[in-house]
């Protein structure tokens, strides 16, 4: 097993961190990261907030049901499905084979998060960084109106990012056996 595969097998949501600012360096390569991975019919619908505001963290936090780690941590990525870029292109070139008439685009566009999201953690981690992924301000209206949303964009998820304040547990895993299913599902390997 190699150091990035053992680094993902290992990977723990961290919930306390230093008072230290990421550099910018850092911030860039793990958007690049990011950035890099793969897309739906090369869509790229996808943009990333780089939240490092204190005060708007705060408040994110609340709306978010008070995670103090989003407050704590010095850096926070707000992951945008932003489906806008090909409904403005689609009104432009007048293309309506891009026009956004169904959600296969949104869904795109949430695929694509959840893979940038992904390369973000493996980035950060390798880099000494801890992360907390975040959901919960998924299609939030109060955090969307603070983050001055487009149109056709909506939250895909978030990444709390800083410097671990200490080590915590990993989370328990279902079994190998129970996660694999070969060729079909089978109800009788996750019971």
Not at 64 to 70: E, K, Q, T, V
Not at 104 to 115: A, N
Not at 154 to 162: R, T
Request: proline share 5%; hydrophobic share 50%.
């Amino acid at each position: 097993m190699n150091y990035t595969t053992k680094s993902i097998i290992n990977h723990r949501s961290i919930w306390n961190y230093l008072k230290k600012e990421v550099p910018v360096e850092m911030v860039d390569s793990i958007i690049e990261a990011a950035m890099a991975m793969p897309t739906p019919r090369a869509g790229q619908e996808l943009s990333v907030l780089v939240i490092k505001d204190d005060a708007m963290k705060l408040f994110l936090a609340s709306l978010s049901g008070d995670n103090n780690w989003l407050a704590q941590a010095p850096l926070f990525l707000m992951f945008v499905v932003d489906v806008s870029k090909s409904a403005n292109l689609s009104i432009k070139e007048d293309m309506a084979e891009i026009r956004n008439e169904d959600l296969t685009q949104i869904m795109h566009g949430t695929f694509e998060c959840g893979m940038a999201m992904g390369a973000a953690v493996v980035a950060a981690e390798s880099m000494g960084l801890g992360v907390v992924p975040m959901e919960s301000l998924i299609m939030h209206p109060e955090a969307a109106k603070l983050l001055n949303l487009a149109k056709f964009t909506f939250l895909g998820a978030g990444l709390v990012v800083g410097y671990p304040a200490g080590q915590t547990k990993q989370k328990p895993r279902v079994p190998l056996n129970a996660f694999i299913q070969n060729e079909t599902y089978q109800m009788n390997a996750v019971e």
